[in-house]
């Protein structure tokens, strides 16, 4: 299939009217876009995390903040084939960080315990089959958040699983889907904030145009 030309080609990935490679301050510019961009998109849901603030923690705010940033890259020409990538990554961005930034505070401080589960039940509106352990400490004490890693199809009330929690209490505890798995891998959230990185920084270098 024969690749587009002319303006179909300039509209989807962006002019680039440079000759050879592209200026480095222009590199330069695309590079701050893309790491500042990834940085404000974390900002709001990784800062809620840390200051315990559930209304933060959501990532909704982080959202508006991708979609803000996506509608910059279009109001200086970036390809409309960069747009797309770039919003989705945004939005992934804005839910996963502040769950990132929970996995590393439990990393950093997080305390493993038993807990003796109570009932389980399946949400209907989660994964489906994923099931959710209310649980309490030993003492009797309830947890205020139900439990799923670990919650397999076999746990019944009465039974002990684990969790890992925070002892200042700015994260919400979660289940240990197995014995000595104290934390979860960080693998995706850091490979979807690199390559919307990545991208944005791509689209702002493509989209310079001689007028400008």
Same mark, same amino acid.
């Given at each position: 299939?024969?690749?587009?030309?002319?303006?179909?080609?300039?509209?989807?990935?962006?002019?680039? @009217?440079?000759?050879?490679?592209?200026?480095?301050?222009?590199?330069?510019?695309?590079?701050? %876009?893309?790491?500042?961009?990834?940085?404000?998109?974390?900002?709001?849901?990784?800062?809620?995390?840390?200051?315990?603030?559930?209304?933060?923690?959501?990532?909704?705010?982080?959202?508006?903040?991708?979609?803000?940033?996506?509608?910059?890259?279009?109001?200086?020409?970036?390809?409309?084939?960069? /747009?797309?990538?770039?919003?989705? /990554?945004?939005?992934?961005?804005?839910?996963?960080?502040?769950?990132?930034?929970? @996995?590393?505070?439990?990393?950093?401080?997080?305390?493993?315990?038993?807990?003796? %589960?109570?009932? %389980?039940?399946?949400?209907? +509106?989660?994964?489906?089959?994923?099931?959710?352990?209310?649980?309490?400490?030993?003492?009797?004490?309830? /947890?205020?958040?139900?439990?799923?890693?670990?919650? @397999?199809?076999?746990?019944?009330?009465? +039974?002990?699983?684990?969790?890992?929690? +925070?002892?200042?209490?700015?994260?919400?505890?979660?289940?240990?889907?197995?014995?000595?798995?104290?934390?979860?891998?960080?693998?995706?959230?850091?490979?979807?904030?690199?390559?919307?990185?990545?991208?944005?920084?791509?689209?702002?270098?493509?989209?310079?145009?001689?007028?400008?």
């Amino acid at each position: 299939m024969p690749r587009p030309k002319g303006p179909i080609r300039a509209a989807l990935w962006g002019p680039a @009217e440079y000759g050879g490679g592209p200026p480095h301050w222009l590199v330069a510019e695309g590079l701050a %876009v893309g790491l500042v961009g990834a940085v404000v998109i974390a900002g709001p849901g990784v800062a809620g995390t840390l200051a315990g603030s559930a209304m933060l923690r959501t990532g909704e705010a982080g959202v508006v903040v991708a979609l803000g940033l996506v509608l910059f890259l279009g109001v200086i020409g970036a390809g409309r084939a960069f /747009l797309g990538v770039i919003a989705v /990554l945004g939005v992934s961005w804005a839910f996963l960080a502040p769950k990132a930034a929970s @996995e590393a505070v439990l990393l950093w401080r997080g305390q493993a315990q038993s807990v003796v %589960v109570t009932s %389980v039940a399946t949400r209907g +509106d989660e994964a489906p089959g994923r099931r959710y352990c209310a649980v309490r400490h030993a003492d009797g004490t309830p /947890l205020s958040v139900k439990i799923w890693r670990g919650c @397999e199809s076999t746990t019944g009330p009465g +039974d002990t699983i684990g969790i890992v929690y +925070d002892p200042e209490g700015q994260v919400p505890p979660r289940g240990i889907s197995r014995p000595g798995a104290l934390s979860q891998p960080l693998t995706e959230p850091i490979g979807v904030g690199a390559a919307l990185g990545a991208l944005s920084a791509i689209a702002v270098v493509r989209s310079y145009r001689l007028a400008s």
